[in-house]
């Protein structure tokens, strides 16, 4: 079964860096949009960034200018760089890969998202 692993998460306080992993065992992810959605308690899951199969990256607004995407095909690995962080970044931070194409290569909802991780932890203060 395919999955995605995620690693990177932790406690950092306002203004400082974490930088997010993502691997894939059992598929090669070269070509596929993969992208990152964060979840904080009570809230809807929402995209963050996005990176297609050519490259080309797609920000949420909240995110331009702090988080970077970006990844290692011969690694099958996928990061978000987070610099700047605000307690508002703070949540459960998911990497997704889109194998049918469904986001279109852009920042699509979590819908167009056929595989996911569990998860790793992002907390803010203040």
């Known amino acids: 079964q395919e999955h995605l692993v995620e690693s990177g998460g932790g406690s950092v306080q306002s203004g400082g860096s974490l930088t997010l992993s993502c691997t894939e065992d059992h598929y090669i992810l070269d070509g596929f949009t993969m992208a990152w959605f964060r979840q904080a308690p009570g809230k809807e899951r929402e995209g963050v960034a996005a990176?297609?199969?050519?490259?080309?990256?797609t920000y949420a607004d909240t995110v331009k200018g702090r988080f970077t995407i970006s990844q290692e095909n011969d690694k099958n690995t996928v990061y978000l760089a987070m610099n700047n962080l605000k307690p508002e970044d703070t949540g459960m931070y998911y990497c997704?890969?889109?194998?049918?194409?469904?986001?279109?290569?852009?920042?699509?909802?979590?819908?167009?998202?056929?595989?996911w991780g569990q998860g790793t932890q992002v907390t803010v203060s203040s």
């Open positions: 997704a890969a889109d194998s049918f194409g469904l986001s279109g290569g852009g920042l699509g909802p979590k819908e167009d998202y056929n595989i």
């Open positions: 990176i297609d199969g050519d490259g080309s990256t």
